[in-house]
Structure formats: C-alpha cells, structure tokens
C-alpha cells in the first residue's frame, strides 16, 4: 500500500518480486561408452550447449563402435539447444555383462538433476538383443522413479515387425502404468555406410518441436535432417534399406512403436506420437509430456508453500498460482476447450483438506487437465449426391 505523500518530490520505495521458474524442455541426458580415463570430468553428468564442446571433452575417448558421437550430433543437427551426456567406462574387452553393468550405472547419475526431460542409451544397441532389452527396462523404471523424465528407445536393429512388437512386449514385463517411455523404428543410414540408432536425432526433433510450439505439440510429421535412408540388418547382419508402408505402420503403430517414414518430396518424417502406455488416457507422448512438465513446474515453482500455515489463505493462494498457469498452458493450446474452464480445473479447500489431512502436516490440491490429443487420423469423407444436399 502506498504511503500517504505530504511533499512534493521524488520518493522511493523497495520491493520484492517472486520470480516464477522458467521449465525449459527437450533437455535429453545421452549415456554411452568411453575408454577407462582417469579423467574425472568424464565420470559426471556434462551439460553441452554445441555440438563442438562434445568433440572438444570427448575426442579419442570414445569406446569402439560407441553410437554416442552419432546421437550427440543428431541431436544437434536436428535442432537440440542442451543435453547432458554421461559416460559409462568400460575397459578394452569388457565383457557383455560389464558392458551392461556400466550403462545402468551411468544411467543413475543423471537421478539428482532436476533440468533435463529426456533419456536416451543409443549403446544399448552395442549390447546383444537380451542384454539391450534389460538396459531399455531398467531406462523406464529409472523414468518412473524420477517421475519428470521420458524415455527415447531404439529398436534392435534387427527388427523386422514381429522382432520389434517383441521387443516391445518385453521391455514393459513388470512395469506399472503408465510407461513414460516411447519406442522408434527403423535404424539410420547416415555418412555413406554408416548406421545408427535414431535416439539422438529424435531426441533433437523433441527440442525443436517444444521450442518452436511446447511439449503440448506431439513431436511428429517432423523431417529428420540428417539422414540418408532408413534401414535394418538382415538374418546375416547385412544392411539393407526398409520402406516402411501403411501396411507395416498398420502392424506397428496400435503397439505404441512410433515408425520414421520416407515420404516423395518431403524427405524423411517422424510418423508416430505414441508412448508404450496400454492406458489409452496416456497414449500420447505429449499428453504425457504435458503432465510430466507439470509436476516439474510444481517442484521448482511451489516448495515455497512447505511449513506455511495450512489455512485457507494458503489455498487460495496455491490455486492462484495453478490457476496463473494452467491459464497459459490453454491460451498456448495445450488444454481443450472453449473457456479456461472447460480446460482445466483446481480444487484446494476444506473439502481437499478435512481436519485428518491437516493435522497430518499435508495439504491436498486435486488439478483436472482436459489435454489436447493430436489428430492422428485426418477423416476426409468424400459423398457424391445427386442434387441432394447432405445433411
């Protein structure tokens, strides 16, 4: 409140704005072999902002036949602002199970961070076809546990139709609902004869589509950049060219294995926005995305309410917040409906909050989100009438 000025003159007055967190998105962390280095930069999470400070830390120390330059690059040709890499050391002549060990270890440092959004192993697919499948399982619960996180998955690259819908089946054995993660298919032909894993460049794919519009916007119909043919290996380990067709699409597409497709003129395109979920409500990756992100902005923007007074004063202000937000979230497009509160809806009172929940030192905010869906299938129905107008 302003004071009451007697004088004229020039007065000043000090206050304090409580600044809100800006989230940014398509952050992933890429885990992929080095050399045992006694270097103790490389045993930690490191944060890239360009392509050349990855070359810088890491040339020469790449373990042999390592996907993670590949994805690194991906990721940054394909729009990617930042991503952490960490490094899983393996000796010369690790064993496969050694191989594995490191992977999952690696993959548990990035747990404290709290600014990436995105996990990716291309060197799983170094690891034979059992052992990558348990490094995929253990990349999902690492997700689930985290609860802010999804995961890029690849598919073996041997993986004819029923090889990959069998992956898939057993990468979720004994996984709760709902799965944040999402699966891609073919493999990569980039540099002349040089295959990989297509993680890293959709994981740039997913910066660039949230960068441009928000993680509410499924990171598909995209091009790849990048790349000069989609491809898998053969029974003998030759690699041959795949195109993938609506018939193939038709098997893969219903089991959540989102497809990369060639299409005449407009190069190549992410053609899928499916999570693993067998919960249609999380079907989509950026319906999920959009609640994953939600939690993040509550973690970073509310923990200013902990040890308040649990009063009705405090409710209101923690639905004032929710409610500043989600407004944004349907002004942007991320929520349906035709007012803000069709959109969404936030409940934080006596009700949320009887005497039992009080005393216990908690209070209960209940949030309802009507998320956009993509439009996966665009239905033109072509009617030919006779004079007759349709109605």
């Known amino acids: 409140m302003s004071s009451n000025y007697l004088t004229p003159g020039v007065y000043r007055e000090e206050s304090v704005l409580k600044s809100t967190t800006q989230l940014q998105t398509g952050v992933p962390g890429f885990v992929g072999f080095v050399k045992s280095s006694p270097s103790d930069l490389l045993k930690e999470p490191i944060s890239l902002n360009r392509q050349s400070e990855f070359y810088t830390l890491f040339e020469g120390q790449l373990a042999a036949g390592s996907y993670l330059g590949d994805a690194v690059n991906g990721f940054f040709l394909n729009g990617g602002a930042r991503c952490y890499v960490v490094s899983a050391m393996i000796a010369d002549g690790a064993d496969e199970a050694t191989k594995e060990s490191a992977l999952v270890e690696a993959l548990q440092t990035l747990s404290p961070l709290t600014d990436l959004d995105l996990v990716a192993i291309p060197d799983a697919m170094m690891l034979g076809a059992e052992a990558a499948k348990r490094v995929q399982s253990e990349m999902l619960r690492h997700c689930e546990a985290n609860g802010n996180r999804m995961a890029i998955l690849d598919a073996l690259p041997k993986g004819n ?91 893969l597409n219903p089991e959540g294995i989102n497809c990369l497709r060639a299409f005449p003129g407009r190069g190549i395109r992410v053609w899928g926005a499916r999570t693993l979920s067998y919960d249609p409500n999380w079907r989509y990756i950026n319906v999920r995305r959009l609640v994953l992100t939600l939690r993040r902005w509550i973690d970073a923007n509310m923990t200013w309410a902990s040890f308040e007074p649990n009063t009705p004063q405090l409710w209101i202000q923690l639905k004032r917040e929710l409610t500043v937000y989600l407004t944004e979230l349907w002004q942007a497009g991320a929520l349906a409906g035709s007012s803000a509160e069709q959109a969404f809806f936030i409940k934080c009172d006596g009700e949320t909050n009887p005497p039992d929940v009080r005393e216990a030192g908690q209070i209960v905010t209940m949030i309802g989100l009507a998320p956009s869906a993509p439009a996966e299938f665009i239905i033109v129905r072509i009617v030919l009438h006779t004079g007759v107008e349709p109605r």
């Open 161 to 251: 139709a029923q090889v990959v819908m069998g992956q898939r089946h057993d990468i979720m054995v004994g996984l709760p609902e709902p799965v944040n993660g999402a699966l891609y298919y073919p493999w990569l032909k980039i540099n002349g004869d040089r295959w990989i894993p297509p993680s890293g460049h959709v994981a740039g794919i997913f910066s660039r589509s949230d960068a441009r519009t928000g993680v509410f916007k499924a990171p598909a119909n995209e091009e790849v950049l990048g790349t000069l043919d989609l491809v898998i290996q053969d029974e003998s380990g030759l690699w041959k060219a795949i195109n993938i067709d609506n018939r193939l699409q038709g098997q």
